[in-house]
């Protein structure tokens, strides 16, 4: 039966619609209008008296790692912690609390050593304090680094730690090691990640950085239906053909809210551990990590045009940057539909405006990290200088070249709060105050054209989601207000009261 949704204002990337009510039926909105006026035309209707606020269209995640996001379930949790004992004491407390195996690993995500004093990484000898018998593997909250104790060292096979510290690609290799959580563990660890995401609005996820190893856990999802949101995956360039052939009716489209969406490469590493490739250096030397050849780039890129699927790039640094705008022009020079499956340059945090107006001709898309403005905008300013650090996703130019350009959250190193990343992007404040490059603050209307408009063009959806028009996907969220009425300081009260995907209820807030 039909839907009608009635009694909060509407507001999506246009601003604030005159309209007053929304029919959905099927999943999809079939008329705006007056609740009298649709009342007349459409009945009969089942009516949803939403209470106030505002129905905006639901938020698309059009960065992050969700598998990754929910697997953090199962692993003791540093974020925040300040001191080596409060870590030892993190890791007591998540063995007590999962009576894990004696022999079993523990692995931690979250730690950050700009929480500590003296700003450096923890050392093997701390490491083997923390945890002296057991195997312990510490993410770094940058998902760039990582840490193992002599345990693990042993357990794993690990030759090449510097002082326990493993970089990038050393490091994504330990992870491939490490072995699964039994299938209940996973299973819950999904649908509990699937809550947070839901309840934060986010109706389409994103999993950027599949693998073959992931794709017992990705036919589960689909075997099981367990899937309330829709999820589109990236796979390495290893994987991404093996994955094809065992999951084809996901290939560029849902099968049970799951796509094969295409491939994921890692340009460089993350700018507040100091691994992101820039053509300059950072205070106090270093260049960062450049984590592909020219040739593996371009290779990547040639798959994606074989298999006319999408290609996604990590690059956070200038370097990153040119190396994919550089391969991206040969490939293109000899593949000219490659810049029709719409690449995006991931995080682009210090992409120049040169570098930002050739992905205007080439036609890549740009996604930015913005709410590093405040959670590490003092870190890039200590390690780059204030003019650098105020690059930091640079809209402005985005907006001066007309580059489609979206906003994400990547995590697990941040939660999926578009909320959050709405403000930070408006903001551009440090924790410490300062303004971070006035000239690339977006309004609250073009944050919200970046969070749900844009994000559908991505994913090649824009004619089926990310506003509130007729054919469009009822996909909406409930807010305690209006994001483009309130002033920008205030964005941060607002709340979610309700999320509907494709008109059915699947979050309302206690």
Known sequence: MKKLFFGAG???????????????????IIALGGRAALKERFAPYRETDLGGGALIPAFIDSHSHFTETAFTRLQADFTGAGDVEELRRRVRGFEKASSPAPEAAVTAFG?????????????????????????????????????????????????NAKDGALFETEFFEVLRRLPPPGEQSIRAALVAAQRDYLRRGVCTAQDGAASAQL?????????????????????????????????PQAVGRYDSNFKIAGIKIFLDGSPQAKTAWM??????????????????????MELSVRNKTQLIAHCNGDA??????????????RYPEFCSLRPVIIHAQFITEEQVARAARLGVLLSFFSSHSYYWGDVHIKNLGFQRASRLSPAGWALKYGVPFTLHCDSPVLPPDMLDIMRRAVLRKTKSGELLGAEHRLSPKGALEALTRSGAYQYFEENERGGLSEGMAADLVLLSANPLAVPPQELGSIKILAVFNEGGLVYKAE
Request: net charge positive.
């Open 10 to 28: 509407l507001a999506d990337w246009r601003g604030s619609l005159r309209q007053t009510a929304l029919l959905e039926e099927n999943g999809k």
């Open 111 to 159: 730690y950050d050593e700009n929480n500590f004093k003296e700003k450096r990484y923890l050392s093997q000898k701390e490491l083997d304090y923390i945890s002296p018998s057991r195997p312990l593997i510490v993410r770094h909250s940058s998902g760039h680094i990582g840490f193992a104790n002599t345990a693990a060292q042993k357990a794993f096979g690990i030759k």
């Open 215 to 247: 794709l017992g856990v990705y036919k589960m999802l689909v075997r099981e239906k367990l899937l309330r949101l829709r999820l589109a995956a990236y796979f390495e360039p290893q994987s991404y053909e093996k994955a094809a052939r065992e999951m």
């Open 279 to 300: 053509l300059e250096p950072y205070i106090g030397g270093g260049f960062g990590a450049q984590t592909m050849s020219d040739s593996q780039v371009e290779d990547a």
């Open 320 to 333: 990153a940057a040119q190396q994919f705008l550089r391969c991206a022009e040969k490939v293109a020079g």
